[in-house]
Nanobody, 127 residues
Framework: QVHVVESGGGLVHQGGSLRLSCAAS????????VGWFRQAPGKEREGVSS????????YYADSVKGRFTISMDRNKSTVYLQMNNLKPDDTAVYYC????????????????????WGQGTQVTVSS
């Protein structure tokens, strides 16, 4: 059975860092891309980053480029999102999601490309 479980959220002052983890089970990271999304109160869900081991591709939203880094540890079946220089606008619930196959990288930020979602982890950045 497929599961993705997020962890690592919390409260941090602006300029600080957090590392989110997405523990994957029931599927292999070698075959399926994994993405991170976020949703702030009153806003639509947006794609933050995605990683596709099959072709080595990573994707980032413009708003996080240069500050966030996505990576994976296949041995641990875990995808990470390292978030540096956090800003109050990064405050949101962050979700991890498994992509369906085949993965269309040009649509990495669209929720329809993903079929299993975690429960989310709250990230709050204070000013």
């Amino acid at each position: 059975q497929v599961h993705v479980v997020e962890s690592g959220g919390g409260l941090v002052h602006q300029g600080g860092s957090l590392r989110l983890s997405c523990a994957a089970s029931g599927f292999t990271l070698e075959r399926y891309a994994v993405g991170w999304f976020r949703q702030a109160p009153g806003k639509e869900r947006e794609g933050v980053s995605s990683i596709n081991y099959a072709d080595g591709s990573t994707y980032y939203a413009d708003s996080v480029k240069g500050r966030f880094t996505i990576s994976m540890d296949r041995n641990k079946s875990t995808v990470y999102l390292q978030m540096n220089n956090l800003k109050p606008d990064d405050t949101a619930v962050y979700y991890c999601a498994k992509a369906h196959w085949p993965f269309d990288g040009s649509r990495w930020s669209e929720g329809q490309e993903y079929d299993y979602w975690g429960q989310g982890t709250q990230v709050t950045v204070s000013s």
